[in-house]
């Protein structure tokens, strides 16, 4: 098993660009998240998914969209960047249960110019 | 709403000390406590859980104890080495309209000098 994996590893955008970061999994877990990473802040929820068809806002999920067509698959785009959008991003998958292990994403890092 | 608090960092430590990462928690109901641990350039990767009152996690010599009482969740291990080096995350998956989500703690970056 591959696990979670996520592309691209780095990215650097501009100010009002789009972009989709793309995650997948290949473990059939029905749980998909996405979480940002900055210095001091832990790691903060953006949107989660419990099944094809179903998501939902995190904690911080405005400037984030997301979508989930397949079981396999979590995108993640960012529709008009910012630079307080520069972190790093990673996406998690999970078996269902509120105590299941969440496998994480080696992550992407984002820089907004 | 939910909340985790980790000692403030970074922890510098010599090889073969004692370590102890102080967690302490706020939350409705019961949840499930985490520790994570990112290595360097990677994504995170769980390193124990405990999923009750009084539950003990442990693995690779780090042990934590759930301790509703105190709402705390300690990482402690008897003896780092070098390779122990990395940023350790305390979590938390609450019940309820939470279920599932992770709440972090800010992280806490640990040196192991040989």
């Known amino acids: 098993n591959a696990g979670v994996t996520q592309t691209p590893k780095f990215q650097v955008l501009k100010t009002g660009q789009s972009m989709t970061l793309q995650c997948a999994q290949d473990m059939n877990h029905e749980y998909m998240s996405w979480y940002r990473q900055d210095p001091g802040m832990g790691l903060r929820l953006i949107h989660y998914s419990v099944g094809a068809g179903i998501t939902d806002q995190g904690e911080v999920p405005n400037g984030y969209n997301v979508s989930r067509s397949t079981t396999e698959d979590f995108p993640l785009r960012l529709l008009s960047a910012a630079p307080s959008q520069t972190s790093v991003y990673f996406c998690?998958?999970?078996?269902?249960?509120?105590?299941?292990?969440?496998?994480f994403g080696p992550g992407t890092r984002l820089l907004v110019l | 709403g939910n909340s985790v608090t980790q000692m403030e960092g970074p922890v510098t430590l010599s090889e073969e000390a004692f370590l102890t990462i102080n967690c302490t928690y706020t939350?409705?109901?019961?949840?499930?406590l985490f520790w994570y641990v990112q290595y360097p350039g990677e994504g995170l990767q769980l390193l124990l859980k405990?999923?009750?009152?009084?539950d003990k996690g442990s693995n690779k010599g780090f042990e934590a104890t759930y301790r509703k009482e105190t709402t705390s969740f300690h990482l402690e291990k008897g003896s780092v080495q070098v390779s122990d080096s990395a940023v350790y995350f305390c979590a938390l998956s609450g019940g309820g309209t939470s279920y599932g989500k992770l709440t972090f703690g800010q992280g806490t970056i640990l040196t192991v000098h040989p």
């Open positions: 998690a998958s999970k078996q269902t249960g509120g105590a299941e292990t969440q496998y």
């Open positions: 405990a999923t009750k009152a009084d």
């Open positions: 939350a409705t109901g019961y949840p499930s």
